[in-house]
């Protein structure tokens, strides 16, 4: 009994030291995971206004949750250093950690990690011009929004996709995309992602003659890039809408959005990209007008900023509008040339576009066989993992039966004695009642003799009764 109360004391002490120190990790990994979260927000916060800085709250989350060895929060590291290096520009580090993340949300099934994955992936693909390859992408990230109801990343997954469709010309699923993503953006009364979206939207439908739907969407994010005084935004929205009236043969209205985009890239100083689209615009109501010189001059100005910016869409539409001009102005020279200009240009556009997708082909080759690798590892780990769980299993059973096997034994060893104890008892138990059964044996033979000493004997008694008879 006292062996095995001593080995009960100990059995509480180390369950009581085990929890403790299970509490206490928890504690402790509670707080790593805390930190790790500060950090990638801290990351995130910096993307736009300083990447360089993002990555080093990115670097420093990553390497907290390699040493807590927490595998969640690993994914998220590496999905938030992948996206510091998109902002700074290297897109193929990007990648490489972005498929890391993916790897690790696949193994462990981490629902809202796998659709962020799967969204950066796509913007990669986009970035390297992969459009097939990121539709594919994004509409797994669709799926895995859609299954967790993750709203968020289902709109901003749905404009992405509006983007993409209308990249490669498929106007119809772009419009498809674009009224889910507004729907959703909308309910969420996120009003950054509603002028996003919307002017995407505005872009797509513009490239179909739909002017006045065009004009509505466009309406409704200048108000809100307005009221946010994101003013690169508001050029841009402002040349968009010029446009939409120009096309309308609205120069009044056109005229208004037009002079308010000049004075922004003025007051603000906003880079040559903007004058491109603001100064044609103006070339374009002078033309209408009848100032010919004047609008020569401005067109002349947004062609240099084309060429600086390398826009060859804009540059062919631009020598096409001073071609008609000189034209107008019976200079028959500088309308040939210009003419000559934008065919010229057309061809190199056709040869980029044609070298772009030969690029394509060769990329998604690549990555598709890149796919398979990691396909073929991913199988190999998993496998790795179910051996070692197994292996654990194993271990955790064979300490158990160990545990039951003691257990048993001090049992048993604890019944041995009590019946050890018990037999003993009995056995004094019988020892007494022996030497009391002997002792009254003893008494009664005792009496016995007296009798015997005290009575005649049976010949004395014989003979007196037949003296008797």
Not at 193 to 216: P, R, V, W
Not at 420 to 432: C, F, G, R, T
């Amino acid at each position: 009994m006292f062996i095995f109360e001593k080995y009960s004391l100990k059995f509480k002490r180390v369950l009581f030291l085990g929890a403790l120190l299970s509490f206490s990790s928890f504690l402790l990994s509670k707080n790593d995971t805390l930190v790790i979260l500060q950090n990638i927000e801290h990351a995130r916060e910096q993307f736009s206004k300083n990447p360089g800085v993002g990555l080093k709250f990115a670097v420093k989350a990553l390497n907290l949750a390699l040493k807590c060895e927490n595998q969640k929060f690993i994914g998220k590291a590496n999905n938030t250093l992948g996206s510091a290096y998109y902002f700074l520009g290297n897109i193929d580090s990007s990648e490489v950690y972005h498929s890391k993340a993916l790897e690790i949300q696949l193994t462990i099934n981490d629902p809202e990690g796998l659709g962020r994955s799967y969204a950066n992936l796509g913007s990669i693909y986009s970035e390297k011009g992969l459009n097939d390859k990121a539709i594919t992408y994004f509409l797994k990230a669709e799926k895995t929004f859609i299954r967790i109801k993750y709203l968020l990343g289902l709109s901003k997954t749905y404009n992405s996709l509006g983007i993409l469709f209308y990249n490669i010309k498929d106007y119809d699923n772009s419009v498809k995309y674009y009224t889910a993503g507004l729907k959703l953006a909308r309910e969420l009364k996120d009003e950054t992602l509603c002028y996003s979206i919307g002017t995407n939207f505005a872009n797509t439908l513009s490239s179909q003659n739909k002017n006045k739907e065009a004009l509505f969407l466009y309406m409704s994010s200048y108000n809100i890039a307005k009221k946010q005084e994101n003013y690169s935004d508001l050029v841009t929205i402002c040349n968009s809408i010029c446009q939409q009236y120009l096309s309308l043969n609205n120069l009044l209205s056109a005229r208004k959005y037009d002079y308010e985009a000049l004075s922004i890239i003025r007051t603000y100083q906003l880079s040559d990209y903007f004058k491109v689209s603001a100064f044609g615009n103006h070339g374009i109501i002078l033309k209408n007008v009848g100032k010919y010189e004047e609008a020569i001059l401005y067109l002349d100005s947004a062609l240099f900023y084309a060429k600086r910016n390398s826009a060859l869409e804009k540059q062919i539409a631009l020598h096409i509008e001073l071609s008609q001009l000189f034209l107008k102005e019976k200079k028959y020279q500088r309308a040939v040339e210009n003419l000559t200009m934008a065919t010229e240009l057309k061809d190199s556009l056709y040869a980029k576009n044609l070298e772009e997708k030969l690029a394509e082909i060769n990329a998604v080759h690549n990555t598709d066989k890149k796919d398979q690798e990691i396909a073929l590892l991913n199988n190999q780990k998993i496998n790795q993992r179910k051996i070692n769980s197994l292996l654990v299993v194993i271990v955790v059973i064979s300490v158990i039966a160990l545990i039951i096997a003691i257990y048993s034994y001090l049992r048993k060893r604890k019944a041995n004695d009590l019946i050890a104890k018990q037999k003993e008892e009995v056995e004094k138990k019988n020892l007494i009642i022996e030497d009391k059964q002997k002792e009254i044996i003893d008494s009664i033979s005792y009496a016995q003799r007296i009798q015997k000493a005290h009575l005649p004997t049976d010949n004395y008694m014989n003979r007196y009764l037949r003296d008797w008879n």
